[in-house]
């Protein structure tokens, strides 16, 4: 399901578990602005576990096996979490364009950011000099 304008989706994602199994297990899914959410397992269903964009370093390892997308997210700290879904769900495809979106605002609020202390340090006494240049 998506949610209006494309910024939320919900589905289901498959996840490969940490075991030495390494079983495949379906994990129900949210999409945000801010990132992926992921149940917890035997926890209350209000417990979820982010996957925030500030944290995840890219999306990777996007290969097509029969029908499933397998990729990797690759967080910060250097995990890496490895997913697949079938082929027509395209879940790396909207994870990137998520992060990548949210890279950009990033960016653009710490442009603004700058902009607006340089701004403040360039004029430490305007009110001064307007008066000056108002007596002239």
């Known amino acids: 399901r998506r949610g209006p304008g494309g910024s939320r989706s919900e589905g289901v994602l ?4 940490d075991g030495l199994l ?3 297990k379906k994990k129900r899914c949210i999409l945000t602005e801010e990132g992926l959410l992921l149940p917890l397992p035997a926890e209350p269903a209000a417990k979820m576990k982010e ?10 390892c996007v290969e097509r096996k029969g029908k499933y997308v397998y990729f990797t997210v690759v967080m910060a700290e250097g995990k890496e979490i490895d997913f697949r879904c079938a082929q027509e769900q395209g ?6 364009l998520q992060m990548v979106q949210y890279k950009n605002r990033q960016a653009i609020l710490a442009v603004r ?3 607006q202390k ?10 001064r ?5 108002n007596s002239a």
């Open 51 to 60: 996957l925030h964009f500030s944290n995840m370093k890219t999306v990777d």
């Open 129 to 133: 000099l307007r008066s000056a240049s």
């Open 14 to 17: 498959e996840k490969r578990s």
């Open 91 to 96: 879940w790396n495809a909207a994870i990137t």
């Open 118 to 127: 340089q701004q403040h340090l360039a004029q430490p006494h305007g009110p």
């Open 22 to 24: 390494q079983l495949w």
């Open 113 to 115: 950011s700058t902009r």
